[in-house]
């Protein structure tokens, strides 16, 4: 009787969470009102967030990495379905969680992230399967996967570029950061391609320059955490052109954060130019009407990084 009535207070309390998130869903305001749409797109997203009340603690970590509630808005704005939308948004979550855990064995080779990711990829299995829309994700997830795994091998060879004490110019920079994003456009996008009657390959553009910009944002905020794992950083990979990366590991993080923060000052810095870069390309990119706030986002997580870099 306990468990029967604690199976039915979490389906309760699923309920109450799914009606907040389709009622805030319904109230998005976009273009009428563009700062409010992006704070409405924040609350969204902490919801989306509860959605999963069985979470794991593990798991939990991990997703905070990828709360971005972008492709849930675009199958609702796009389809109208807010059914569609939550099982777009289940599926990329579980995409993302796949891809960030291999992330984690890679850099702490912890055998425990991979059997994690393992168990990660039998419920998309599962959740493809008993899909009654598959179209092509029932044998393309699988595909998309694979394509993403060199760059694994590709970031340990930067790696070890680092270690020895190489400098890295602007496109090496630029190719690193773009080869980092790539599961926006190679994996979560494919999703998008299924779903969308909209979609075409321009929002896979302008979403992966968005992914490139959010990923800059976590290196920014894990610069100590990467020195200490001596794993790529782009801002590092910036600044080693001028100090050793040998010098900069034995900083302290004040000194290292100046550091980092000096290598910002020049126009002719390759991060500023990467910025810069991503932000002329997604403005060059037609898009459908549907999906055309995905570039209103791009200015967002801009004028993110540009705030956490200047404070």
């Known amino acids: 009787m306990v468990e029967i009535k604690s199976i039915n207070l979490r389906n309760k309390e699923e309920k109450s969470i799914i009606d907040k998130i389709f009622r805030v869903t319904k109230e998005l305001s976009f273009p009428d009102d563009r700062m409010n749409f992006i704070e409405q797109m924040i609350s969204l997203s902490k919801l989306l967030m509860k959605y999963d009340l069985n979470i794991s603690t593990t798991f939990k970590a991990v997703d905070e990495k990828a709360q971005d ?87 340990q060879n930067v790696k070890s570029r680092i270690l020895e004490g190489n400098t890295f110019s602007y496109n090496e920079i630029r190719n690193f950061s773009l080869s980092k994003s790539s599961d926006a456009s190679t994996i979560y996008a494919r999703v998008l391609d299924a779903k969308l009657p909209s979609f075409n390959e321009n929002v896979s553009l302008v979403l992966h320059y968005n992914q490139a910009l959010l990923d800059l944002i976590d290196d920014w905020e894990d610069i100590e955490e990467d020195i200490r794992g001596d794993m790529p950083n782009v801002f590092v990979m910036a600044a080693i052109q001028n100090v050793p990366y040998g010098i900069i590991k034995k900083y302290d993080t004040t000194k290292l954060r100046n550091t980092i923060s000096n290598s910002l000052e020049s126009s002719k810095s390759p991060i500023i130019r990467l910025v810069d870069e991503y932000h002329a390309s997604i403005r060059n990119i037609s898009i459908p009407s549907n999906l055309v706030f995905i570039k209103l986002l791009s200015d967002h997580h801009g004028d993110r990084l540009r705030e956490a870099i200047s404070s």
């Open 69 to 155: 509630p972008t492709y849930y808005v675009a199958t609702y704005f796009d389809t109208k379905d807010l059914e569609q939308a939550l099982w777009v948004y289940r599926m990329i979550r579980l995409l993302a969680r796949y891809v960030l855990l291999y992330d984690k064995f890679f850099e702490t080779k912890n055998n425990r992230y991979h059997l994690l990711a393992r168990k990660v990829r039998r419920s998309i299995n599962k959740i493809v399967a008993n899909e009654t829309d598959k179209h092509h994700l029932k044998y393309s997830i699988d595909f998309s996967l694979k394509q993403f795994w060199p760059f694994w091998k590709f970031e």
